[in-house]
């Protein structure tokens, strides 16, 4: 390791030499901990008793090798502090943990599974010019597994369950949130005590790699949720780890997050580095093609508040971390989830960016889905909160996301947030769904939205897939998986996402009857969407002046055919315009997109 770019926050493979590293005859463990007095080494190798460690380098760090200590024995670092205080500390470098509430390190061997996706890692990009569906998925509560007392699979188990799912759905990514170790099932992950140990509620890191090379073998991206920001509490992990606020910061006032965690101090060079190889670690040994990175807005703000100004050192820190990935990992996907309007978020470093591929489109999530609450009746007032995501859309490659957020904590679920009764939210959904699928950017659903899941997410219950007996999810379902593939197949849905050729307003000024018209374009196609949010059905003439004179179009997709639960008979003969434009019948809440059968004229 270079020590000399550990403190300055310019490491990021300090994994390689902290932690716990198997040889032929034993283990070496090093530990960075400037202020411990001492510090010994406690595991099943030598019966939990005291095993000191040595002082090396510049008197900060500590190593000893350990005769005889193997590959899956637990250990701990007994850690005494300035104060004399004695704390037993898992490792902040450990490759494995117990399953909580015991907290012991475990020593795993970095080699431990031969990948076989050498095809998919030469040839994967960041997918801007190509479709990204992304499932997200809590591992825990996709499907009960009815042989493990947790209802857990593990990650070699859930894999084949998974594909076939987001196959017969329509999704080519999966996005897994946190499966860092932590100690609380309701934190979801978010809070960690271990950075470089995929949670052992799902098995041991070779099961995650196999996990991730078998999404790679059926052509599908696996990206994680990394969580730069905070950690856990828990006096065995990072807080107070020497005895002193090591990875934190000293003052409650910005040490302390929203969510009662500690907040990392990113001014500091060895927490830079820890940050640095930790998202280097899942993306090297884990071959994982990209980084969601969480709660970006408390790093760009002090505490997230944008009246308490930027955080200069934390922003440094996230553009060197970038950078350090991208020049590592040219084909990965960074991902920000960040609500604010901090400029350039998604430019390269080099070019005065923060240097992430996407960010979260939160402002369109939320008003597109405060316009689906609005009775029908006032939805001619807030006709342009579906507009406005284009008069923004272009300062960033946004990424559209429902994710758990919106499933949960009294917010509803997606079907559950549209107006109206049981029966009237199912064509708004599938007309909002469209409405998502059809807007620029890349996509993120959370797991059951697909099945109109009614009842909000818990993470102790599996998905309710049973409601797929009833006919209206079912229906719904069928829905999602068709429009789902149509936009994996349709080049002019994503090829030109982040250029202004991608797409056009035909029609955003029906203010009174709720209707909206636009065209989708890549090198060899043209999709047209005409969408009707009000409750009453409209006979609309959509204009064709940009069109060739006796251009046709043929109906791909209507959201209330009879298959899908709707009312309208299924027709794909080619529809004809004349000079007063193309007459539509919309139903009440439907949408239809149309393929542009003749080219545009120049």
């Given amino acids: 390791m270079d020590f000399y770019s550990f403190y300055t926050g310019n490491e990021f493979e300090a994994y390689k030499y902290l932690g716990a590293h198997p040889d032929q005859t034993g283990v070496w463990f090093r530990t960075f901990a400037p202020s411990a007095t001492s510090i010994a080494v406690i595991g099943e190798f030598n019966n939990w008793q005291p095993h ?292 350039n978020v998604t430019k390269p470093v080099s070019e005065g960016g923060l240097g992430f591929d996407y960010k979260w489109d939160m402002g369109w999530m939320n008003d597109t889905l405060d316009y689906m609450r609005t009775a029908p009746e006032y939805r001619s007032a807030n006709y342009h909160k579906l507009t406005f995501s284009m008069m923004y859309y272009y300062n960033a490659n946004f990424l559209l996301p429902l994710s758990h957020d919106e499933n949960v904590h009294g917010k509803a679920t997606i079907l559950q947030k549209m107006s109206g009764d049981y029966d009237n939210k199912f064509p708004q959904v599938r007309l909002f769904y469209m409405y998502m699928m059809t807007h620029p950017g890349k996509k993120l659903n959370f797991m059951g939205n697909e099945i109109g899941q009614f009842r909000e997410w818990d993470e102790k219950r599996e998905q309710d897939w049973t409601i797929l007996d009833f006919p209206k999810h079912e229906q719904f379902n069928q829905y999602i998986a068709k429009l789902n593939k149509l936009y994996l197949k349709n080049s002019a849905l994503w090829e030109y996402d982040y250029t202004e050729d991608g797409f056009k307003w035909i029609d955003c000024h029906q203010e009174a009857d709720c209707i909206y018209a636009y065209k989708r374009s890549s090198h060899d196609k043209e999709l047209v969407i005409v969408l009707n949010f009000s409750d009453t059905s409209k006979q609309y003439s959509m204009p064709v002046n940009e069109f060739d004179s006796g251009t046709s179009f043929k109906p791909v997709l209507h959201t209330d055919w009879i298959e899908f639960g709707g009312n309208t008979k299924k027709s794909v003969a080619s529809l004809k315009s004349d000079k007063s434009g193309l007459s539509l019948n919309l139903p009440a809440y439907s949408g239809i997109l149309l393929e542009v059968v003749k080219a545009i004229s120049k």
């Fill in 52 to 343: 000191y460690m040595n002082k090396i380098h510049d008197g900060n760090f500590f190593e000893c090798h350990i005769e005889g200590a193997k590959v899956g024995e637990m250990y701990k670092y007994k850690i005494q502090g300035k104060n004399g205080q004695t704390i037993d500390h898992c490792d902040p470098y450990g490759f494995g943990m117990q399953l909580r509430p015991e907290h012991a390190s475990i020593i795993r061997n970095l080699d431990d599974y031969k990948f076989s996706d050498s095809k998919w890692m030469k040839n994967r990009t960041d997918a801007k010019n190509k479709p990204l569906n992304i499932y997200e998925v809590h591992l825990g509560s996709f499907k009960a597994n009815p042989d493990d007392e947790h209802g857990w699979y593990t990650y070699d188990k859930i894999a084949p369950l998974l594909i076939e799912h987001m196959k017969e759905n329509g999704y080519n990514c999966i996005e897994l949130m946190p499966v860092s170790e932590h100690p609380s099932d309701e934190s979801w992950g978010y809070q960690n005590t271990g950075f470089f140990a995929p949670t052992s509620r799902y098995g041991t890191s070779s099961q995650l790699k196999e996990m991730v090379d078998l999404f790679h073998k059926n052509n599908m991206y696996v990206i994680l949720d990394f969580v730069p920001v905070h950690f856990a509490v828990d006096a065995y992990g990072l807080a107070n780890y020497d005895g002193t606020p090591l990875y934190e910061y000293p003052n409650d006032a910005v040490g302390v997050s929203e969510w009662g965690s500690c907040n990392f101090m990113h001014s500091r060079g060895e927490v830079r580095s820890f940050l640095n190889s930790a998202a280097t670690y899942w993306l090297e040994e884990f071959h994982i093609d990209g980084l969601r990175m969480d709660a970006i807005s408390r790093i760009l703000y002090w505490q997230g508040d944008e009246r308490r100004g930027v955080n200069g050192n934390a922003v440094d820190f996230v553009k060197t971390l970038n950078k350090g990935l991208k020049d590592r990992f040219q084909n990965c996907m960074l991902a920000a989830e960040d609500s604010t309007n901090f400029g």
